[in-house]
């Protein structure tokens, strides 16, 4: 399979406890988005990427969370101390920047429930 | 600010009907617009899109139209199948950053019934 991965694809936690979601690009792909989705509503941007470089950030990625991308490769978004209002599908996407037709490549979503 | 304002669903139809789902927009500059599907247990992927008014996307069947002077991108298809039924997702990008940062809208849920 050779589109985008994410990991875990449910996590259940507890309110206050930290949690990681883990995000596989497309291999050839520098650019790497997040992009969180509430029931009823559709995605909206969290972060970008450019390779490791981290370009842009929403408004609604408050302090607790924290998305990396090391190596230019695989991305992590974590969300420390969690609240029930982050319960939420965290979408994670791929382009080629050379390419910038717009078209995002997503991956299946990792829904987190904050208890 | 940008934004997309989608047609508001469920939406049942019988196979071989015609749809139209509609879509309007509010940016400041000249955004490309974009039509996202997401099938049952699939990730959304990109179904057609359009980057400058009068363009036309198609896909699969299904085609909009950007028209600027009525700031809308209404997707439409003349004869749905039951392999249609999925949420449907329009999207437009900032001209100012490209697609790096896509603005959807709510989603419309399309169901086909054979």
């Known amino acids: 399979d050779t589109g985008v991965s994410q990991n875990p694809r449910h996590k259940i936690t507890k309110r206050g406890q930290n949690v990681t979601f883990r995000c596989d690009p497309i291999s050839e792909h520098n650019r790497l988005y997040w992009y969180r989705q509430t029931l009823g509503q559709g995605p909206e941007f969290l972060t970008y990427?450019?390779?490791?470089?981290?370009?842009?950030k929403s408004r609604l990625l408050s302090d607790r969370f924290s998305a990396e991308r090391p190596k230019g490769s695989f991305s992590t978004l974590e969300i420390q101390r969690t609240e029930q209002g982050d319960s939420a599908m965290y979408l994670c996407?791929?382009?080629?920047?050379?390419?910038?037709?717009?078209?995002?490549?997503f991956g299946e979503g990792s829904r987190l429930t904050v208890l | 600010g940008d934004s997309v304002t989608q047609m508001e669903g469920p939406v049942t139809l019988s196979e071989e009907a015609f749809l139209t789902i509609n879509c309007t927009y509010t940016?400041?500059?000249?955004?490309?617009l974009f039509w996202y599907v997401q099938y049952p247990g699939e990730g959304l992927q990109l179904l057609l899109k359009?980057?400058?008014?009068?363009d036309k996307g198609s896909n699969k069947g299904f085609e909009a139209t950007y028209r600027k002077e009525t700031t809308s991108f209404h997707l439409e298809k003349g004869s749905v199948q039951v392999s249609d039924s999925a949420v449907y997702f329009c999207?437009?990008?900032?001209?100012?950053?490209?697609?790096?940062?896509?603005?959807f809208g709510t989603g419309t849920r399309l169901t086909v019934i054979p």
């Open positions: 940016a400041t500059g000249y955004p490309s």
């Open positions: 990427f450019q390779n490791e470089a981290q370009l842009e």
């Open positions: 996407a791929s382009s080629l920047e050379a390419r910038n037709t717009g078209e995002l490549f």
């Open positions: 359009a980057t400058k008014a009068d």
């Open positions: 999207a437009l990008s900032d001209p100012k950053t490209g697609a790096n940062n896509l603005f």
